[in-house]
């Protein structure tokens, strides 16, 4: 099992910025992507953004330009830096990340997520 812990979210005005941040624990070998996604009440889960471990980086086209992922694959930790935020980016933002399991087959493990509203 991989466990993951979110951080950073919390309340920001209209064109502010948050820093996510997801660190991975458990049987972490194997693990080859990390990465966000965003769910609001009612909706289904949306991607945002991936990073892999061979340095591959991912963006949904709504966060282009505004959100950028970075991962650190030596301590498995994960970063979402949130930039010109908009009323519509309030959610509650999950971390994801996709292991090889001992049988060869893929596997995504969800971290709790963390609330991020925009509000003025």
């Known amino acids: 099992q991989v466990q993951l812990v979110e951080s950073g979210g919390g309340l920001v005005r209209p064109g502010g910025s948050l820093r996510l941040s997801c660190v991975a624990s458990g049987k972490i070998g194997g693990l080859y992507a990390m990465g966000w996604y965003r769910q609001v009440v009612g909706r289904q889960r949306e991607f945002i953004a991936t990073?892999?471990?061979?340095?591959?980086?991912d963006y949904a086209d709504s966060v282009k330009g505004r959100f950028t992922i970075s991962g650190d694959f030596v301590n498995k930790t994960v970063y979402l830096q949130l930039n010109s935020l908009k009323l519509g980016n309030t959610a509650v933002y999950y971390c994801?990340?996709?292991?090889?399991?001992?049988?060869?087959?893929?596997?995504?493990?969800w971290g709790q997520g963390t609330q991020v509203t925009v509000s003025s």
């Open positions: 990073s892999t471990n061979r340095d591959t980086i």
């Open positions: 994801s990340a996709e292991r090889l399991e001992a049988n060869g087959s893929p596997r995504r493990y």
